[in-house]
């Protein structure tokens, strides 16, 4: 069968089989790491490119359509523009710093993409504190846009820095307990494992109310932490022109925003990782035909196209929702979302030692 | 390792500001170039934090000294500038130029022309406001509604150019009526925009006006009191958001107003919201406006006969109209010559501008967006 796993295999025995073993891994550590390079390029073009299709639908406008069959080509476009268009230093800014964090942005979105399953079996590193890792390397982001804001010596570049610091620490503790819930329903951080744990049933499903809680919750957690709209305050484009990736152009800019979109892409695999069963087939438990059938779908299209879906979610919510005011938006985290999460996180724990759920 | 650069912390300290700089505070320049401000106008924002302190407008960058150019300008070419004041009520600058000329002249404007006149005001109030409610929304972050407002300003744009020949600076109106008679399609055209209007208008309310991030965002910010609303001199419906009566239309009634059956919208609340929903309900009356007349323009002239050269009697002459924005005024003097001695316009951008500072001390960045959104600013109207 044609699968990732099934190629990442017949590498894996080719390799073995000429090389010994130390040059075998070596190489498919560069593998892997050029893997990860393209696969953020390519995801930031694609999600580019549906961006502006979904915006254009929902503008009822048709969107761009010159560049290549039905504009479908205009995000490589946009890429060569950007890479041959200068990448300016303004006079006054910190230098190292300034160039630098587009840098983190991109390291940081690349690490993000490690721990996550793309396919059964597929998995570039499946370490056992998954999940953890990602909350904790997912922080990092803030770093990078703190440096931006502060090294571009503009205000608006400063302001927009300060807003998204305040917000990604915020958010990051309803996200986090979002994700506890159901860490407490599996009892493992491995994601491979949790993945498992949901062979019978997504825990969107299995975890009742606290779960489907827990799902909006980091639905809007996580929209809050990719800096996206209604929380776009780090931008902000008609209060700080465009935050604090103001004062940057070319490819420097480019590399905050293919790391956004990845970012998006990131958190959204997670939820479906986490939510909706990751590359599991959707299964109802006593129809054995349809489950048969659900089977016959490649693990990758479960996958990709759970994530592709939560990722529409959000785009729908940028192209929907008016921003908020600073003051709201941590009221929002602060007042309601985090005591909200809170005693569902116990709740789902009550649940976890009764045995409540499936 | 912040360091200011110098020309620009002179330009905004040396001003006379009134607030003095404190622990803490900075002043940012909001504009000329600024994706919010919708043209070319400068605010020096004193801040502290998120929480504004100061806004301070500059004008002047797209001074154009309409007003001078006019003195040169006989009575049927100066009209033709005025659209470039209120680019978005080009029509209504019209009228109310058209007003002055006919107030010196003693002529009176045929019937038809009259109804016309008022159908073309009001199409072109309730396009300004389309684009002011996608503009406004767009200044909060959400930029559908952009798109929606224009689906039906297109329409109108049709109308206009098919009757006028032009889409956004018509030029239509003339001392004594308008320049040629409507096209035939006129009322058909004016019938199906009201169909499609009324077809997607909740549109809007579903978008925006219910959205309950809008909400928070719009109720109680940008709070101006009635007496505040009087003293500053806004019109339009920022003062109407106010309680303050002030339509032009409903108490120096011009051309058939008085004749016809529509509201003055009035809001108690003056705050964001108030203003939202006056020109919401505006865009109502102005389509209860159009209804009455779309099937009644009498038949007869659509210009009254004029001499060639035009010469306005010595004296002045003042008169005022409701634009989509408030009140203009047109004043002329006259020393009996074919072009005006002296030429004064009192536009509502002005006046309305005048109570940002007043309105945005002590609230967030964000709302002064919001604010200005909400006083519907168009940067042409206020420089002239």
Redesign the interface.
Known sequence: MWSFSYIANEIHEWLSKTFNPTWTLIIEMVLAGVAVIGLFAVLGLILVIMERKV?AW????LGPNRVGPKGMMQSMADTVKLMVKEGLTPT?A?KIMFNVAPVIAMIVAMLLLAPIAFAKNFQLWDLNIGVLYVSCVSSLMVISILMAG??S?N??S??GAM?SGAQIVSYELSAGLSILTIIVFTGDLQMSKIIASQKTGWWIFKGHIPALIAFITFLIAVTAETNR??F??AE??????AGFHTEYSGMKFALFFLAEYVNVFIVCAIGATLFLGGWMPFHISTWTGFNHVMDYIPSSIWFFGKTFFLIFVIMWFR??????????LLNLEWKYLLPISMINLLVATLMAMMGWHF | ???E?EILSNYALGSNSGVSLGEGD?Q?NFGPQ???THGVLHLVITLNG?TIKKVEPHLGYIHRSIEKMCESLTYRQFIYVTSRMDYLSAHINNHACALAVEKGLQVEVPARAQVIRVLMDELTRIASHELWWGAM????????P???AF?ERESINDIMEETCGARLTMNYMVPGGVMHDIHPNFQKRVKDFLQLYKRKIHEYDE??TG?I??Q??MKGIGYLSAEDAVSYGCSGPAARGSGVSSDIRKIYPYEIYDKLEFDEVLETAGDSFARYMVRIKEMHQSIRIIEQLIDNIPEGDFQAKTKNVLKLPKGDFYTRVETARGELGVYIVSEGGTTPYRIKFRSPGFSNLSVLDHMARGS??????AMMGTLDLVIPDIDR
Do not use: C
């Open positions: 915006s929902i503008q009822i406008r006054g910190d502060w090294s010596n205000k608006y400063l302001l807003r709209a209604p776009d305050l902000a484009e008609s209060e700080l022109t192209w929907t929702f008016p921003r908020l005011r600073i003051d709201q | 390792m912040y360091k650069p900075f940012i600024h994706p919010a998120e929304a767009m200044d909060l972050g959400a930029f559908t952009f798109f929606h689906r978008l925006v959205n991030i809008f928070n965002r967030k960045i964000g709302d002064l967006v």
